[in-house]
């Protein structure tokens, strides 16, 4: 997969994409992360990327000469459009389903603006995908294309140690994840639970499907909506309500 960021603040991503996962999913050859100034396609002699906004108001506004020929530069040669994703408070929420469909592409370019906001026909004619991480403003959109592209590398295949690493997280299979333990199995009169440590997998499998419901309807009820369950996991739940009331 080819990444490529489009930032006001290249540098800010230097130390995100020279660390850990991501670090090791380049040199795997799982992905190549590039980022390109935006000033750089400007074409103001003074590298200005931005402008009052039409009608007045706070704040300025990025203009879109330098996203479109930046854009341009960049699918240059492709036989496809790729994904041109914009990082925007208005956008849609960001999901692990969402970060499973873009492990899918093979092209993925990210716009981060700053300023009071982009110029309309950015959104409009340039984009594919408008994303946000969450109902909250940030200063810009370098932090949130850093989370977006971290859960997006990491579900491409050779960058985890183990292949089904991810299946299990939070959210991966609808659900909230089980607990975790390591040892030691008592630290401090906390002890581990006998089930992780019976060697009976059956009995292992089916404690952590029951602490996952567990936990998601403890915390995060409203998942529920949007899955499936089994009869099994059905009668478990009706169980934890009346525990609960």
Known sequence: ????????????????????????????????????????????KHKQVDDYPYGGGAGMVLKPEPMFQAVEMLTNGLEKKPRIILM???GERFTQKKAEELATEEELIFLCGHYEGYDERIREFLVTDEISIGDFVLTGGELPAMTVIDAVVRLLPGVLGQEDSHIHDSFSTGLLEHPHYTRPADFKGMRVPDVLVSGNHGKI????????????????????????????QLAYLETLKKEKE
């Open 1 to 44: 997969m080819n990444i490529h960021v489009l930032s006001l603040f290249p540098d800010m991503f230097t130390g995100v994409f020279g660390s850990s996962i991501l670090k090791k999913a380049q040199e795997k050859g799982a992905v190549q992360l590039a980022v390109s100034d935006i000033r750089d396609f400007s074409d103001n």
């Open 205 to 232: 499998e089916k404690w952590r499907e029951e602490q996952s419901l567990k936990r998601t309807f403890e915390r995060r009820p409203d998942l529920f909506e949007h899955i499936e369950l089994t009869k099994e």
């Open 88 to 90: 925007c408070p208005q």
